[in-house]
């Protein structure tokens, strides 16, 4: 094809090969025009979209930056650059480039929504609900807009989430997410009927979406429905297309409330389909070794000599552990480690290796002083009896989850810092001083240390949530992967806890029934109200259950922004 003469030509004529399925004719052909009309913003910002559209996001990513290199003022081509870091799980990046456009896009309500959809998917909601507010002022009916500003609202908490996602369900007829939203939306308002109507309507209709597979479990689970909550996924996995991904999101479910063996079994199931899948075979691997089944567990793992990716190593040092060879654990976690370095599960289950062959390494990743500590937090009596009540009322309509760690007792849903309460506020401001605190009273830095490699760094809270247990409740032994720091605070504690036996406190160290032999806890942290608890997420952390009364806490996961 011949070269049109203007910038705009090109674009159209790339645009019609790519509409007809010709796309490496239309690739040829952007980069025929880009290198003849280098200065053009607009066919920079059209072979983005070409490019976006094709799943190739670097690329993508480049052109829209060079077309606002080219004309700082195009609101077209900074949205589509934001949508596409968001694509690329960079949103933090994506608010910070909308910024610098605010003036150029004041009346732009395309502008507003994915500045306010970026604010969010940053954790940055306060940012993003002012932003909300000028992309509804400019357009109050618009589709996208409601959509947007649904998500918004059921992230934060709103009392008026539930209206919102439905005036957004009638603009968008259909939409399965904001049925997915709108089925959590009446699960946090109690309407659990309603709840499980919508999620039915999703697995019945789309039996390969895992995600709405999982929500119909938990939910389910919530309502009571115990024996036969993830029957589901019976008929999701007879559905025409159903891949491993379903047979996987079964098997996780099952192992979320303690059904290894069932969870096994499934994925033996999942295998016989997909004999070459190796991912299922690495998964029923962790099942047979979670249900107890080390031996059956060792032979799956010794049928793939060849897969020694860092998650096959993890498993391999994971059942060596179980079998009680250290040493052989210890080889197969320093081969995940170096891939991975911050690997939480590896270090964790290396310090297990460590502890079992007495290797002084263990007192370097875990022993130093100042990695556990216990800080009373900066809070007057009157705000920490308003953040109890607050806590208390959300957990009115909170039910135990699935896959979590707490057993007898109730889990807020979503991030808790994202929510709007004034309360909330207060307390992640008092949070983030005692997380300063901490900082201040560690070793120095250390730059083959999983903690102290990034003791300097800024820090983030990643993840917020409340448990509160009741009756017979405790943790299970768990640690938390995407944390640098894991913690607790504490709002409500049973009378019991001085008790003999020390009911509700929290252990530290102590790895999962079965997974190591011999090990006990490394230290036991009385819980007491208004006080918060930091430590390494490379810890195995759980909870010596309680008898009677309600142990309510707050935690969260800190990382480190790079």
């Known amino acids: 094809m011949n070269l049109p003469a203007s910038a705009q030509g090109v674009a159209q004529a790339a645009s019609q090969l790519a509409a007809a399925g010709r796309d490496g004719e239309a690739d040829a052909l952007y980069a025929r025009g880009l290198a003849a009309f280098p200065d053009d913003p607009r066919l920079a910002n059209s072979a983005g979209n070409f490019h976006f ?55 732009n309500a395309g502008y507003w929504r994915i500045r306010a959809d970026s604010e969010r998917q940053a954790g940055r909601h306060d940012a993003a609900s002012a932003s909300m507010a000028r992309a509804v002022a400019l357009d109050p009916k618009g589709p996208q807009t409601a959509r947007s500003r649904a998500r918004l609202a059921l992230e934060r908490g709103a009392p008026d989430a539930v209206p919102l996602i439905e005036a957004a369900l009638m603009r968008n007829r259909g939409d399965p997410h904001l049925l997915f939203d709108y089925a959590q939306a009446l699960a946090v308002a109690g309407r659990m009927g309603e709840a499980l109507e919508c999620t039915t309507t999703l697995v019945t209709h789309l039996p390969g979406w895992t995600e709405a597979l999982k929500l119909h479990a938990e939910l389910r689970w919530a309502a009571g429905e115990r024996g036969d909550f993830a029957a589901h996924f019976e008929q999701a996995v007879a559905a025409p297309g159903a891949g491993p991904a379903v047979w996987r999101a079964w098997s996780e479910t099952l192992d979320g409330v303690d059904r290894h063996a069932d969870s096994a079994a499934i994925l033996s199931r999942a295998r016989a389909a997909f004999p070459a899948d190796t991912g299922l075979a690495l998964a029923h691997a962790v099942a047979l070794g979670e249900a107890g089944e080390a031996e059956a567990a060792q032979a799956v793992l010794d049928d793939h000599p060849g897969e020694t990716g860092p998650d096959w190593a993890i498993a391999r040092g994971r059942n060596r552990l179980r079998l ?19 690997d939480v599960a590896a270090w964790a289950l290396i310090d297990c290796a460590w502890r079992l062959s007495g290797d002084a390494r263990h007192a370097w990743l875990h022993g130093q002083p100042g990695l556990v500590r216990q800080l009373a937090l900066p809070l007057s009596a009157r705000e920490r009896a308003e953040i109890t009540a607050l806590l208390t009322r959300l957990h009115a309509h909170s039910a135990m989850p699935i896959g979590q760690s707490v057993k007898q007792g109730s889990q807020t849903k979503g991030a808790l810092f994202a929510r709007a309460e004034p309360e909330l506020a207060r307390l992640e401001t008092a949070l983030r001083a005692a997380m300063e605190e901490y900082r201040s009273g560690l070793p120095p830095a250390d730059p083959a240390h999983p903690l102290l490699r990034r003791r300097d760094d800024p820090w983030a809270i990643v993840g917020s949530w409340s448990i509160r247990l009741e009756g017979q409740g405790h943790h299970a032994a768990h640690i938390h992967p995407r944390g640098l720091l894991s913690s607790a605070s504490y709002w409500l504690v049973p009378e019991e806890v001085d008790g003999p036996g020390q009911p509700g406190w929290l252990e530290l160290g102590n790895p999962p029934p079965g997974l190591a032999e011999g090990l006990g806890s490394l230290h036991a942290v009385r819980p007491e109200a208004g006080t918060l608890v930091l430590f390494p997420s490379t810890l195995f952390h759980g909870t010596r259950p309680i008898t009677e009364g309600t142990r309510m806490t707050v935690a969260f996961d800190v990382t480190a922004r790079v």
Request: charged share 25%; glycine share 10%; hydrophobic share 55%.
């Open 53 to 107: 559209r094709a799943g190739r996001l670097d690329r993508a990513l480049a052109l829209f930056e060079r077309a606002l290199a080219l004309a700082p003022d195009l609101v077209e081509a900074a949205v589509n650059a934001a949508i596409t870091l968001g694509r690329m799980e960079q949103p933090a990046r994506a608010a910070a480039l909308l910024a610098q456009l605010e003036r150029a896009g004041a009346g």
């Open 324 to 342: 009680g060879d250290a040493p052989g654990a210890a080889g197969a976690l320093e081969q995940a480690l170096a891939a991975r370095p911050d």
